[in-house]
């Protein structure tokens, strides 16, 4: 067991003060839980394996605070450890621009992926911990330990009441993830008071029928022996995830510990004096640090961390000698490349090949992507036959030991787990080494990880969701299962490609793109029902998010559409000219954001000032302003029955759009006709 001197109970004291010292500075934040947690902080920190000097290092152990709010803690333990966080960084603590915002995000020095929302650390760590199993298992060789790291994380007990922490360790339990070790601040409390106001189920219980290892300290506000102890015994369960329930007491030392009023409010002044009197630290100075305890960490961490990355880049110089093929490719995976002329794989399509749904031409891009991406790793929430994710000859991602497949195995199978899946697909991507998580699921049902979704875009993951039954095409499953509004919603999200692709060229645009992405999640909208491949769809205009698919001299309207229903707007196009000589531009427009960021005369090269602009989607119609003058789509929920009979029914046909085509050309005539991509600022 590891020892502990007066030196650590000074480095707790000093990462309590400072922590108390960053939220009275900013007179925001949360004491309480540092307070309580430092102990199990500083038992972590002391073994954790990583060089703040080379935070990207692949080899190091992660660390997830899943409980965000306690950021403090973290940014203190970070600055003791010599990441790039300074005193005045500490003092600037939920300021403007600060690299010390209100919760951990993945842009600041040393943290792994941002965890505010309860519920979402324990399942990113749960994804990191997956991506470390893969990893090892595709590199590892004898005598050759490229990947054998540990994921942890601190979790509280809002973090065990979401339901996300429960898909997700679900998962891990039957995945028999031994890398995983976890501990669970018990301190009672949540922001309401008690947790026995709603929250009295025996946890452990729970976590052992998931098939985790469960351990308990009760003594956690000071007992550094049994904290470390537990941790090291966790380390053994190579089979299990570890959970370590310890006790500790919200705001330890606060005249107000042991309650909700110590949870979200800075403490008052006579508070941190007090605190500071107790731990033998001057109650008139703030942010201070004993020379002492930064050479502590410097000696039993960093110096230590630093060795060990030494060690491993010499093992890896020699890994690539003695593997030359693999080591090339890790090699390129580590500096964040893609393999030379992979995108030559990604099918194209003529307009003489055969109609086909644009779920099973993503199963063709999959097919051929995952033979020249290693880093191409993906599954479906329960939906692979529908999902069409899963590629032939596939290795499931599984312990070896059940004979379902093995960690090597490149397809996991998620479960009923939608937003547990997307967290997971966020850590496999914040794990590094390029990987490029994808997850299949209805379009209709990503809304039920929306959480995960969010996070994706703040924290800058490009993992990349699989969306098929993109609208009411799907047919007979009804309004539950029809994704009227959910587009739109993605759409709405910052840093977001929302990809409806019209064909298979498209398609594969799409997943270039996804692929290609460095910080940016793709939602890749994908249809159930057959259609056409286009005439004149083409890859490299869809790589623009927006082109003329269908053109004419001098056009009396725009039609503008995504997915299934450019090749309808076509078909009306045709009919407005064949039977009225009214001629309709067609614009394919598969990508708002990429298309958002061509310039400005191209967009207005393909919708220009002087045309009239209607919309066609059959999805809510509520985030076609700022592209369409008029917008033809379904601002109510479907109805159940065979997909053309309901196209039918709300008149979205070749006739219907004509119809509406004339009606905008007629409303507009003679009106000066700016086009909506203007902007005044």
């Not at 500075?25 to 002391?46: D, M, T």
Request: aromatic residues 10%; proline residues 5%.
């Amino acid at each position: 067991m590891a020892q502990f001197s007066d030196i650590d109970k000074l480095a707790v004291s000093t990462l309590r003060l400072l922590s108390v010292d960053q939220v009275e500075s900013a007179q925001s934040g949360h004491p309480g839980a540092p307070l309580g947690l430092a102990p199990v902080a500083h038992v972590i920190f002391k073994q954790l394996r990583c060089n703040p000097n080379n935070e990207h290092w692949i080899n190091r152990d992660r660390f997830v605070l899943s409980n965000g709010h306690s950021c403090a803690l973290l940014y203190s333990m970070l600055h003791l450890l010599g990441y790039d966080y300074s005193i005045e960084d500490l003092r600037q603590f939920r300021q403007v621009n600060s690299r010390t915002p209100g919760h951990p995000e993945f842009h600041s020095a040393g943290v792994e992926i941002t965890s505010g929302p309860l519920g979402q650390g324990i399942s990113n760590a749960v994804g990191m911990a997956i991506a470390q199993a893969n990893f090892a298992a595709t590199y590892n060789e004898e005598g050759f330990p490229i990947s054998d790291s540990y994921t942890f994380a601190i979790v509280g007990d809002g973090c065990l009441q979401e339901g996300v922490a429960s898909e997700t360790s679900s998962l891990a339990g039957h995945l028999q993830l031994g890398n995983l070790i976890t501990f669970y601040d018990s301190n009672s409390i949540s922001i309401d008071g008690k947790t026995s106001y709603s929250f009295d189920e025996d946890v452990l219980k729970r976590y052992e029928a998931y098939g985790w290892e469960v351990m308990e300290v009760d003594k956690g506000d000071d007992d550094m022996g049994s904290i470390s102890s537990a941790l090291e015994k966790a380390k053994l369960s190579k089979d299990k995830p570890t959970i370590i329930k310890v006790t500790t007491t919200i705001g330890f030392g606060s005249l107000q510990q042991g309650t909700a009023g110590v949870h979200g409010s800075a403490l008052k002044a006579d508070d941190v004096k007090q605190l500071k009197n107790r731990w033998g630290f001057d109650p008139n100075k703030s942010f201070v640090v004993p020379q002492e305890v930064y050479d502590y960490y410097k000696k039993t961490v960093v110096e230590p961390g630093q060795k060990l990355n030494e060690q491993w880049d010499r093992m890896f110089e020699e890994y690539k000698t003695k593997f030359p093929e693999k080591g090339k490719e890790l090699q390129r995976r580590l500096n964040g490349e893609l393999p030379e002329g992979w995108e030559k794989h990604l099918p194209r399509f003529t307009s003489d090949d055969d109609a086909l749904a644009t779920r099973k031409t993503s199963q063709q891009v999959l097919t051929n992507m995952v033979q020249v991406l290693p880093e191409l790793i993906g599954g479906s929430a329960d939906l692979t036959p529908s999902n069409l994710t899963r590629w032939e000859g596939a290795v499931d991602f599984q312990p070896p030991i059940t004979q379902l497949g093995n960690y090597a195995g490149r397809y996991i199978r998620y479960g009923v787990r939608e937003h547990g899946m997307g967290a997971i697909m966020n850590g496999i991507s914040a794990f590094g080494a390029n990987y490029k998580p994808y997850g299949g699921t209805f379009l209709n049902f990503v809304s039920y990880a929306a959480g995960a979704v969010r996070l994706a875009a703040l924290s800058g993951n490009p993992v990349i969701w699989v969306a098929t039954h993109d609208s009411i095409g799907l047919g007979e499953d009804g309004p539950t299962h029809q994704p009227i509004e959910t587009l739109a919603h993605l759409r709405a999200i910052p840093n977001m490609h929302v990809w409806r692709p019209a064909d298979g060229n498209e398609t594969s645009a799409a997943y270039y793109s996804a692929i290609k992405s460095g910080r940016t999640p793709s939602v890749v909208a994908l249809s159930r029902q057959n259609l056409p491949q286009l005439e004149h769809s083409s890859f490299e205009k869809a790589l623009k998010g927006g082109y003329v698919i269908h053109d004419v001299e001098n056009p009396d309207i725009i039609l503008v559409s995504t997915g299934s229903e450019v090749s309808i707007s076509i078909d009306a196009a045709k009919k407005l000219y064949d039977t009225k000589r009214i001629k309709a531009r067609v614009v394919s427009l598969p990508d708002f954001y990429t298309f958002d960021r061509q310039s400005e005369e191209y967009r207005f090269s393909v919708l220009p000032d002087g045309v009239p602009i209607m919309s066609f989607e059959v999805l809510a119609t509520s985030s076609w302003g700022k592209y369409a003058h008029q917008s033809f789509g379904l601002d109510e929920f479907g109805r159940s029955g065979k997909g053309p009979e309901i196209y039918k029914l709300f008149d979205f046909t070749a006739d219907g759009v004509a119809s509406r085509a004339e009606k905008t050309i007629n409303y507009y005539k003679g009106k000066q006709l700016l086009s909506p991509m203007g902007r005044a600022f």
